[in-house]
C-alpha cells in the first residue's frame, strides 16, 4: 500500500507558529508533527509515500532528506496550491492503480491506525474506501456523517449550521484501486479540487466509516494544538 500526505497548506489558523514554520513541522512535544506520520506509516508496512508541498516547501524537502524514511518518500511541490483533490489528480500516476492511504498532515493521531486497514480489508464489495471518524465536540466545523447498520456512509453534511450529529470526518481515507477511474478520471489536471466537497460527495453509499480508537486532533486551532501537546 501507499501513501499520500497532503502537507502543502499554509497553516492560517496557527499563526504566529507557522510564520516560520510549516505546520506539518510544527513540534508535538519536540518532534516534528511530521515524524508521528512517518513512523505510523512505516509500522502499517506502506512501501511508498508522497509529500505536496508548497509553503515553505524548503523546509519540509529539507527534513525528508534527513529522515530515516527519505528512501521512501518523494515530494511533489506545488507552485500554485492544488487543493486536496487537485494534488490527488496532478499525482494520479502515483496512485491510481493501487490501495492509498490519503492522509490529511495537519491532523495528529494516536491510533496505530491497525483497525482502520483491517477494516478496509474486510468491507462490502460495494465499498470502494474508508474514512476514519471521529466524535466532534464542534459538528458546526466539520464534515458530519450519517452511517447505516454496515457502517456505510450514506450522507456527508460539510460544515453545516445544523448538522445530523456529531460523527466527524477526519479526513483520512483509504483507497482502493477502483476510486481513480470511478470518482477522478476526466477531472482536469491543474485545477482546484477540494477533496471533501467535490469528491466525497459522489461516493455516498460506497465508502465507509470506522470510528477511530484513540485520540485524534485537527491541530489547526492554538487550542487543539496545546491539546496535542498534552498528549505527544
Not at 4 to 20: C, Y
Not at 50 to 65: D, F, G, K, P
Not at 115 to 139: E, V, W, Y
Request: with cysteine; proline share 5%; aromatic share 8%.
Amino acid at each position: 500500500m501507499k501513501a499520500i500526505l497532503l502537507a502543502a497548506g499554509l497553516g492560517t489558523r496557527l499563526k504566529p507558529i507557522t510564520d516560520k514554520t510549516p505546520k506539518c513541522l510544527v513540534p508535538i512535544a519536540g518532534r516534528p508533527l511530521l515524524s508521528y506520520w512517518l513512523e505510523k506509516l512505516e509500522n502499517l508496512g506502506v512501501t511508498e509515500i508522497l509529500i505536496n508541498v508548497h509553503y515553505l516547501s524548503e523546509q519540509v524537502e529539507n527534513y525528508i532528506s534527513q529522515s530515516p524514511y527519505k528512501d521512501k518518500v518523494i515530494t511533489a511541490k506545488e507552485n500554485t496550491l492544488l487543493g486536496t483533490g487537485g494534488t490527488l489528480i496532478k499525482n494520479a500516476d502515483f496512485w491510481k492503480s493501487e490501495p492509498v492511504m490519503v492522509i490529511h498532515a495537519d491532523n495528529f493521531c494516536l491510533s496505530d491506525l491497525s483497525g482502520l486497514i483491517n477494516a478496509h480489508s474486510n468491507k462490502l464489495n460495494n465499498i470502494d474506501a474508508s474514512l476514519l471518524l471521529f466524535t466532534s465536540s464542534q459538528p458546526t466545523q466539520c464534515g458530519i456523517v450519517v452511517m447505516d447498520s454496515d457502517n456505510v456512509i450514506n450522507e456527508f453534511h460539510e460544515k453545516v449550521k445544523n448538522p445530523p450529529g456529531c460523527l466527524a470526518s477526519g479526513a483520512l481515507f483509504v483507497f482502493s484501486n477502483t476510486v481513480y477511474e470511478r470518482y477522478f478520471k476526466g477531472l482536469k489536471e491543474n485545477e482546484f479540487y477540494d477533496l471533501s466537497k467535490d469528491i466525497v460527495p459522489k461516493m455516498m453509499g460506497k465508502m465507509q466509516g470506522w470510528i477511530v480508537d484513540n485520540e485524534y486532533i485537527d491541530i489547526g486551532t492554538p487550542e487543539n494544538y496545546q491539546h496535542a501537546q498534552k498528549l505527544g
